[in-house]
């Protein structure tokens, strides 16, 4: 069964940090794009960040650029979301997801559950 399992949501204070960890389990991790979505209550949900394969840059969205940081280690099939100076507007629910397997960031297939994240003043 394919899966993805995050873990490493919780809650910190204003300026606080934070590491997410995404798991893939059942499927080749190293040809898939890797993208991080958050969504918070009443809202769309967003992109934050993502990973195309191991040789290419990762990409964050300007509202957390400079804060969070993407990257992968394939040969452990995981992604990791390291976010500093969290904020009030970072509190959401953090999933990760792939594309299908030689797809490009956008072709997402697989979910994973998704992880809390709460940030107090």
């Known amino acids: 069964q394919e899966q993805l399992i995050e873990s490493g949501g919780g809650s910190v204070q204003t300026g606080g940090s934070l590491t997410l960890s995404c798991a893939a389990l059942g499927f080749t991790f190293r040809s898939r794009c890797v993208v991080w979505f958050r969504q918070a209550p009443g809202k769309e949900r967003e992109e934050v960040a993502s990973?195309?394969?191991?040789?290419?840059?990762?990409v964050t969205v300007d509202s957390v650029k400079g804060r969070f940081m993407v990257s992968r280690d394939d040969d452990k099939s995981t992604s990791i979301l390291h976010m500093n100076n969290l904020g009030p507007e970072d509190t959401a629910v953090y999933s990760c997801?792939?594309?299908?397997?030689?797809?490009?960031?956008?072709?997402?297939?697989?979910w994973g559950q998704g992880t809390q994240v709460t940030v107090s003043s």
């Open positions: 990973i195309y394969r191991s040789f290419a840059a990762p």
């Open positions: 997801a792939v594309s299908r397997a030689g797809g490009d960031c956008t072709e997402i297939r697989i």
